[in-house]
Nanobody
Framework: VQLVESGGGLVHPGGSLRLSCAASGFTFSSYAMRWYRQAPGKERELVAAIKSAGGLTNYADSMKGRSTIARDNAKNTVYLQMNSLKPGDTAVYYC??????????WGQGTQVTVSS
């Protein structure tokens, strides 16, 4: 199983980013997918999740209305569109595949920095 995130970077407050996570090594369309983030000195927190078929999503309160999680099962990719970014959104963002063969898998993370 491999999860490879991309799309992070430096953005000004109020800006937008779209993160991508390319998955391989498992039947992507059969599993829910999640995005987490971890800021320096803080615990990793769930940002958004999407069911295997893509219809059902949920978001952390801090990201509701500012982010959209989506997936393309034909491309084995999950996305996180983030808008109206704030300095408090600065973190490493991780892609997560829960429960694949009985364990969770994580990507290496992509840094998002929101700063003027």
């Amino acid at each position: 199983v491999q999860l490879v995130e991309s799309g992070g970077g430096l953005v000004h407050p109020g800006g937008s980013l779209r993160l991508s996570c390319a998955a391989s090594g498992f039947t992507f369309s059969s599993y829910a997918m999640r995005w987490y983030r971890q800021a320096p000195g803080k615990e990793r927190e769930l940002v958004a999740a999407i069911k295997s078929a893509g219809g059902l999503t949920n978001y952390a309160d801090s990201m509701k209305g500012r982010s959209t999680i989506a997936r393309d099962n034909a491309k084995n990719t999950v996305y996180l569109q983030m808008n109206s970014l704030k300095p408090g959104d600065t973190a490493v963002y991780y892609c997560n595949a829960p429960g694949v063969a009985g364990r969770d898998y994580w990507g290496q993370g992509t840094q998002v920095t929101v700063s003027s």
